[in-house]
């Protein structure tokens, strides 16, 4: 069975760091493309960026909201992908989703909340 | 970016009854490859997003053969054929085509 398991959300003060962990299991994760997707609770889904797999020579794509402040990065020995959230501002408060591929058949974890505020 | 946009945002069904979502792209959803990569995700009250259907028309394991997905191109549509207690819930199309990912405003399903 497809687990993801994201952790590492909570409270952070406008221009603090965060990183968000995710573990996964039940596939073979190294060959996986790796998504994250983030919600505002009671609003629509934002996606925020991917990490291709070694084949895909670890490269990142991002959206243009978080571009040069968020960075992912993975560890294919543990089954675990990170979101680094830098600069962090009230705009970014939402509960924050790992999946599998987006493009194929993809797998969604239960999401961690990331709140923003002074 | 690539605008999606569904109709209606909301849907009162009777269960038993089918219920269709639309889903409209801003551009073209067909990848060089000649895959078209638009799926539909349902989102239960306080439960993440799950993926229903990809490129279109396949159904990820599990999900019950009474949703089903159509279209070509820039237009979409989410069939269930027969709403059930448990299909309440939001439903969305999403983009994987171009970058950035998008997503459509969602539809609010519920029973009447």
């Known amino acids: 069975e497809v687990q993801l398991v994201e952790s590492g959300g909570g409270l952070v003060q406008p221009g603090g760091s965060l990183r968000l962990s995710c573990a996964a299991s039940?596939?073979?994760?190294?060959?996986?493309?790796m998504d994250w997707v983030r919600q505002v609770p009671g609003r629509g889904l934002e996606w925020v960026g991917r990490?291709?797999?070694?084949?895909?020579?670890?490269?990142?794509d991002y959206a243009a909201s978080v571009k040069g402040r968020f960075s992912l990065s993975r560890d294919d020995s543990k089954k675990l992908v990170y979101l680094q959230m830098n600069s962090l501002t009230t705009e970014d408060t939402a509960i924050y989703y790992c999946?599998?591929?987006?493009?194929?058949?993809?797998?969604w974890g239960q999401g961690t909340l990331v709140t923003v505020s002074s | 970016d690539v605008v999606m946009t569904q109709t209606p945002l909301s849907s009162p069904v009777t269960l038993g009854q089918p219920a269709s979502i639309s889903c409209r792209s801003s551009?073209?959803?067909?990848?060089?490859?000649?895959?078209?990569?638009l799926s539909w995700l349902q989102q239960r009250p306080g439960q993440p997003p799950r993926l229903l259907i990809y490129?279109?028309?396949n159904r990820l394991s599990g999900v019950p053969d009474r949703f089903s997905g159509s279209g070509a191109g820039t237009d979409f549509t989410l069939k269930i054929s027969r709403v059930e207690a448990e299909d309440v819930g939001v439903y969305y199309c999403?983009?994987?085509?171009?970058?950035?990912?998008?997503f459509g405003p969602g539809t609010k399903v519920d029973i009447k």
């Open positions: 551009q073209s959803l067909v990848y060089s490859d000649r895959n078209t990569y």
């Open positions: 999403m983009q994987t085509t171009h970058f950035p990912f998008t």
């Open positions: 999946a599998t591929d987006l493009a194929a058949g993809s797998y």
């Open positions: 490129k279109v028309s």
């Open positions: 990490i291709r797999s070694k084949t895909g020579k670890y490269s990142t």
């Open positions: 039940g596939f073979t994760f190294s060959d996986q493309y």
